[in-house]
């Protein structure tokens, strides 16, 4: 099953934006989802992620007090609210099944197809 991201687009600096992320052609299932991104001519890395069962929460420094992470068992979706939104913001934002606990986030597995991600710019 390969998760999907939406919700992106153009936002000013100090704007919100709230992403969803899906399953494509099933229910989300893992207990862990997180949020990724990757700026141009950078690396993807783990912003933010969600134990589903536990309810546990994660943040990367850059993002603490700015986002906010929310599972939907009902709905079956996980979103992902930013707020107080930068520049340095700007990136592709994926999310993925990954280990997850208040202290770290894990990456998927090597075999994990990669959805297409939704575009993020914050620019005046």
């Known amino acids: 099953v390969q998760l999907q991201a939406s919700g992106g687009g153009l936002v000013q600096p100090g704007g919100s934006l709230t992403l969803s992320c899906v399953a494509s052609g099933g229910t989300l299932g893992y207990y862990g989802i997180g949020w990724f991104r990757q700026a141009p001519g950078k690396e993807r890395v783990g912003v933010s992620c969600?134990?589903?069962?536990?309810?546990?929460?994660y943040y990367e420094d850059s993002v603490k007090g700015r986002f906010t992470i929310s599972g939907d068992n009902a709905e079956n979706t996980v979103k992902l609210l930013m707020n107080s939104l930068k520049p340095e913001d700007t990136a592709t934002y994926y999310c993925a099944p990954a280990p997850c606990d208040v202290q770290a986030m894990g990456v998927p597995r090597d075999d994990y197809s990669w959805g297409q991600g939704t575009l993020v710019t914050v620019s005046s």
């Open positions: 969600i134990n589903r069962a536990s309810r546990m929460t």
